[in-house]
């Protein structure tokens, strides 16, 4: 049985708490406070903390965290990543540049992507402005040109999209796994 700490990254209203309330099996633990900073991202809470949630993939165990989307609380980030093996960044399309936020979390997550596996979720995609998933895969590209990472248009309330990206995800730090055992 393996366990697995993943992260879920990203600015304030990606779909984070929403995220890992589509994936969890338990109830969410969530460290929600109201939003003082509305004209940023126009929802009434954020979370200031942490959001937890676990998922069982038979015979794995996977303990979700979401980071606050908030520079304010970075603080918690470097808490939350020692124990991490895993990154999800989530990323909202309809934000203004939604590529900026991914070059942001993923720079700020160098040293965990470095040894774990990463992926990058878009939510809010218009599948007619491919432009947007064309900038944040050249994104990802120039902060991580050592790896590939795995972009995905998804509905953070949709626990298959979820849990698709979820199983990427674990299927990278498995192979990176094998990988830095087979001393390659």
Request: net charge negative; charged share 25%.
């Given at each position: 049985?393996a366990?697995?700490?993943?992260?879920?990254?990203?600015?304030?209203?990606?779909?984070?708490?929403?995220?890992?309330?589509?994936?969890?099996?338990?109830?969410?633990?969530?460290?929600?406070?109201?939003?003082?900073?509305?004209?940023?991202?126009?929802?009434?809470?954020?979370?200031?903390?942490?959001?937890?949630g676990?998922?069982?993939?038979?015979?794995?165990?996977?303990?979700?965290?979401?980071?606050?989307?908030?520079?304010?609380?970075?603080?918690?980030?470097?808490?939350l990543r020692?124990?991490?093996?895993?990154?999800?960044?989530?990323?909202?399309?309809?934000?203004?540049e939604?590529?900026?936020?991914?070059?942001?979390?993923?720079?700020?997550?160098?040293?965990?992507?470095?040894?774990?596996g990463?992926?990058?979720?878009?939510?809010?995609?218009?599948?007619q402005?491919?432009?947007?998933?064309?900038?944040?895969?050249?994104?990802?590209?120039?902060?991580?040109?050592?790896?590939?990472?795995?972009?995905?248009?998804?509905?953070?309330?949709?626990?298959?999209?979820?849990?698709?990206?979820?199983?990427?995800?674990?299927?990278?730090?498995?192979?990176?796994?094998?990988?830095?055992?087979?001393?390659?």
């Amino acid at each position: 049985m393996a366990e697995y700490v993943i992260l879920f990254a990203g600015p304030m209203g990606a779909g984070k708490t929403t995220a890992i309330r589509s994936l969890s099996e338990i109830e969410v633990v969530s460290t929600e406070a109201v939003n003082s900073d509305r004209s940023a991202v126009d929802k009434p809470t954020t979370t200031v903390a942490l959001d937890y949630g676990e998922i069982d993939l038979d015979p794995d165990k996977v303990r979700l965290y979401g980071v606050p989307g908030q520079a304010r609380f970075d603080f918690m980030w470097e808490i939350l990543r020692e124990r991490a093996m895993g990154l999800i960044v989530l990323v909202n399309a309809d934000a203004p540049e939604p590529e900026r936020h991914v070059h942001e979390q993923l720079a700020a997550f160098a040293e965990l992507a470095s040894r774990g596996g990463v992926v990058v979720g878009v939510t809010r995609y218009d599948v007619q402005r491919t432009d947007i998933g064309d900038r944040i895969v050249a994104t990802a590209r120039a902060v991580l040109p050592d790896r590939v990472t795995p972009v995905f248009a998804v509905d953070a309330r949709d626990q298959e999209q979820m849990r698709t990206l979820l199983l990427s995800l674990i299927a990278d730090i498995e192979t990176r796994q094998a990988l830095a055992e087979a001393g390659a």
